[in-house]
């Protein structure tokens, strides 16, 4: 009953925010949750399978390209990107079927090389894409505080779907089966784990949730072309908010996301021309002091404090 009360108090206060925060606070809180929906989705394959997968942008970027093209067509604005998400899932179960029989930093590879063939590929479909002059898509408002609004509510829908579902797997017989196949792959298919099935079936929701928000994207901000919407930051950014969070965890990348995003919001307004090697530092730093994530902080404060003194506090 508590903690029914305390999500739904969670809950009308994240709603809140759309009404209390300005236009400029609100994309933030937009850009978080979008965060929050790449490091959940990576956190299927790469925190509870431990695949690493680079393949995060070619999902983000289909169901960006995928969603503008379709409303050029004349498709409603939520159906495009619904229809994304679907086109990314489709992908990314026919890309997980094609690479997910390689392991480490075999997979790795080829997961990072497809982003790159799907810039490439729709850099020379001018036709349909706009190629590299990039792709306009319609604003469907100009007030700009209901813009704004709608573009928070719809990515928090997505974040909290993409919650919603890492709580189910982490609790299902797949999550069960992912961290036997993160632990040993071999013996987890000696066990009876259908290993080629799980891994596809992560691979897939780490891609459909992703694919989702990347319509949204292209949206909320008007315009895509193929370098922002296949751009390898989104891949690295969701392992390194997975990392500072806690790989395998459900909130451990909902707590990464957030810290990720102020990171990169203090150290780009302070230190704009080394940004990325300063935001860098900082990140090796905590992986490195907090291999478990920042969830993992409570275990550690538990092993440095006697149990007598617990028992007491």
Same mark, same amino acid.
């Given at each position: ?21 300005? /236009? ?24 509870f399978a431990g695949y690493p997968s680079f393949a995060t942008a070619a999902f983000f970027g289909l169901g960006a390209y995928g969603a503008g093209v379709l409303q050029h067509a004349g498709v409603e604005m939520v159906a495009s990107w619904l229809c994304g998400g679907v086109l990314a899932t489709l992908f990314a ?6 690479? !997910? ?6 997979? %790795?590879?080829? @997961? ?8 490439? &590929? ?9 190629? #590299?002059? *990039? ?36 609790? @299902?017989?797949?999550?069960? #089966?992912?961290?036997? &196949?993160?632990? /040993? ?8 784990? /259908? ?10 929701? @780490?891609?459909?949730?992703? #694919?989702?928000? $990347?319509? &949204?994207? *292209? ?9 922002? %919407?296949?751009? =390898?930051?989104? @891949?690295?950014?969701? &392992? ?5 969070? $806690? ?22 307004? /302070? ?14 730093? !905590? ?12 275990? =550690? ?13």
């Amino acid at each position: 009953m508590r903690r029914a009360a305390l999500a739904l108090a969670i809950v009308a206060a994240i709603v809140a925010l759309a009404f209390v925060l300005d /236009n400029y606070a609100l994309r933030l809180a937009t850009t978080v949750l979008m965060y929050v929906v790449l490091a959940l989705s990576w956190n299927f394959i790469g925190g509870f399978a431990g695949y690493p997968s680079f393949a995060t942008a070619a999902f983000f970027g289909l169901g960006a390209y995928g969603a503008g093209v379709l409303q050029h067509a004349g498709v409603e604005m939520v159906a495009s990107w619904l229809c994304g998400g679907v086109l990314a899932t489709l992908f990314a179960l026919a890309l997980g079927a094609a690479i !997910l029989h390689l392991r480490g930093h075999y997979f %790795a590879i080829a @997961s990072l090389v497809v982003p790159d063939v799907l810039r490439e &590929i729709a850099n020379v479909s001018t036709s349909l894409t706009g190629g #590299g002059m *990039g792709l306009n898509i319609a604003v469907f408002s100009t007030d700009m505080t209901l813009f704004t609004r709608v573009f928070y509510f719809a990515m928090l829908t997505v974040a909290v779907a993409t919650l919603t579902a890492s709580f189910a797997v982490d609790r @299902s017989k797949l999550g069960f #089966g992912l961290r036997c &196949i993160q632990q /040993n792959e071999d013996a987890a298919t000696i066990l009876g784990v /259908n290993t080629v099935l799980y891994k596809v079936i992560a691979f897939a929701l @780490s891609g459909a949730f992703v #694919g989702v928000a $990347g319509g &949204i994207y *292209g949206s909320w901000v008007n315009y895509i072309d193929p370098a922002d %919407a296949f751009d =390898v930051l989104i @891949s690295v950014k969701p &392992i390194i908010m997975v990392l500072l969070g $806690g790989a395998g965890t459900v909130l451990g990348p909902v707590v990464g996301a957030a810290v990720f995003l102020l990171f990169e919001e203090a150290v780009w307004r /302070n230190f704009l021309t080394l940004h990325e090697g300063l935001l860098g530092a900082i990140v090796v730093l !905590l992986v490195l002091f907090l291999p478990k994530g920042l969830t993992g902080y409570r275990a =550690v404060l538990r092993g440095l404090v006697p149990a007598r003194l617990r028992a007491r506090s």
